[in-house]
């Protein structure tokens, strides 16, 4: 009698093993099917422009992967060629500084006007900048203002200010004033501090509006809370003149001290006609011009001889930074005796660093940073 395989005690074991097999042999085929097609969507994903520039990206700031400038420029021209504008203008920008990629101005600009003819602003600005100073291209002022217009109407606070200059001198386009101040004021009210500091001084000569130091102040002022160095030297020198403001000498050798540390030789040079004439606070602050190499080279002895000059004078600051100079034997011959002298009239007038320094007399110090220390 024949028997069921089922019933076959010995046949259960093999009818397992089969299914065992094939079931592992179905899923080895379904993990390959998905491997293969992960493969060839990474494969489709890298031939995308957009995911080529994301891995641009990814070389260039160093995000999952160690930071390399020449694959970053390979990746961003992958993407470029097929027509992505923001890799045009990051190949352009590459190309432009000589970064990850032979510098080639010329073939910089082609790359920015391809992204700029798509609209990037970045790309807008950067050729009309090249048309301005003749890198890459020929210098040509009126396509410099046809591409700083296009990024300014977009809002771009560097091409409105740009186009103002154009106006206002009249550059790639008749001189008009009015259109100026107006491209100006578009860029500083969005705190361009450059635009600011440019309608100050329109305000002053008197350029295209009424002359008025007041309104001339008002924009210095503006432009040099944001530490732009040539209007923190205006306010000094307006403060100095009592233009728009009465008139303040200590309040102006602030401002030319913001303007010095900012390495503006002309502050220094303001600082030194003032010191000149005896004004204590502005030959202590050319002293710290000295010390520290603010807007010239470091001359302690220059240094020494100011703070001198000052603290003759009785002035505070000047008397404490005289007692460093002689206790460190810097810009003179060390003399801890004299500088004890000095130590002791500034910490009787309430220089704190004074008083430390009387009980640690033989410790070098620093140079003094602002007027406070």
Not at 310 to 318: C, D, I, K, R, V
Request: aromatic residues 12%; charged residues 25%; negative net charge.
């Amino acid at each position: 009698m024949e028997r069921n395989a089922v019933d076959h005690p010995g046949a259960l074991p093999n009818l397992l093993d089969r299914y065992v097999h094939g079931a592992m042999v179905v899923r080895f085929c379904v993990a390959l099917a998905i491997v293969l097609s992960c493969c060839r969507l990474s494969a489709q994903a890298l031939e995308d422009p957009q995911a080529q520039y994301n891995r641009g990206n990814d070389y260039w700031y160093g995000n999952g992967v160690p930071q390399d400038y020449v694959e970053a420029a390979n990746w961003f021209r992958k993407s470029a060629e097929q027509g992505y504008a923001e890799a045009q203008y990051h190949l352009g920008q590459m190309l432009a500084i000589g970064q990850g990629i032979g510098r080639d101005d010329a073939q910089a600009a082609a790359w920015y006007r391809k992204a700029a003819e798509q609209g990037v602003v970045l790309a807008q600005h950067n050729l009309g900048t090249m048309y301005v100073s003749g890198q890459g291209v020929e210098r040509n002022y009126v396509e410099a203002v046809k591409w700083f217009r296009k990024a300014a109407e977009q809002g771009f606070t560097g091409s409105q200010h740009n186009l103002g200059v154009s106006y206002r001198d009249g550059r790639g386009v008749a001189q008009d004033f009015h259109e100026a101040l107006a491209w100006f004021h578009k860029a500083a009210d969005q705190g361009y501090a450059e635009s600011e500091f440019t309608l100050g001084l329109m305000y002053s000569d008197g350029q295209g509006v009424p002359q008025d130091p007041a309104e001339a102040l008002t924009w210095f002022r503006k432009s040099a809370e944001q530490d732009y160095a040539p209007a923190e030297f205006n306010m000094g020198v307006m403060y100095e003149a009592g233009m728009g403001v009465a008139r303040d000498l200590e309040q102006a050798v602030e401002w030319y001290r913001k303007a010095a540390e900012a390495g503006l030789p002309q502050a220094q040079d303001a600082l030194r006609t003032a010191a000149r004439s005896g004004f204590s606070p502005a030959q202590h602050v050319l002293g710290m011009t000295y010390e520290n190499g603010w807007g010239s080279v470091k001359i302690e002895a220059e240094a020494a001889y100011w703070y001198r000059k000052a603290a003759e004078q009785g002035y505070p600051p000047a008397e404490y930074d005289l007692g460093r100079m002689l206790a460190d034997g810097r810009g003179v011959l060390k003399n801890e005796a004299e500088a004890e002298a000095w130590f002791r009239r500034a910490a009787e007038k309430g220089i704190r660093e004074a008083q430390t320094r009387l009980k640690t007399l033989g410790t070098l110090t620093e140079p003094p940073r602002s007027l406070s220390e």
